[in-house]
């Protein structure tokens, strides 16, 4: 196998050794963009294309990142309030009473 390409860079190994060393109590999750799979191999080698920490939530069928999630609240209702204060007051009571869970996030693709 001379010449091979492996997805993980050295670079990449160390990120994620460094994340999970300062943060040993949080959970690992792995994302796979639908690009990682060719649907003819039960696995397949995909490249990183992030590593970081972020607060998660699950909303419907599907996990969502703090921010993405405030985006798409004041995107949905942006319509049904008067002013940016008032539908900004919105999105802050649903986000506090939304639990949000930190981990270690890995994107592959």
Do not use: Q
Request: proline content about 2%; charged content about 35%.
């Amino acid at each position: 196998m001379n010449n091979t390409k492996i997805g993980m860079t050295l670079d990449d190994t160390n990120n994620l050794r460094k994340m999970v060393m300062e943060n040993p109590d949080l959970p690992l999750i792995i994302f796979v963009g639908e690009e990682g799979w060719s649907g003819e191999y039960s696995y397949n080698s995909v490249e990183v294309v992030s590593i970081r920490i972020e607060e998660l939530t699950y909303e419907g069928e599907y996990y969502i990142e703090k921010d993405e999630f405030k985006e798409k609240l004041l995107d949905k209702y942006s319509d049904k309030y008067d002013s940016d204060t008032e539908l900004e007051k919105f999105a802050t009571d649903i986000m506090d009473n939304k639990e949000f869970a930190k981990a270690i996030v890995i994107y592959v693709g």
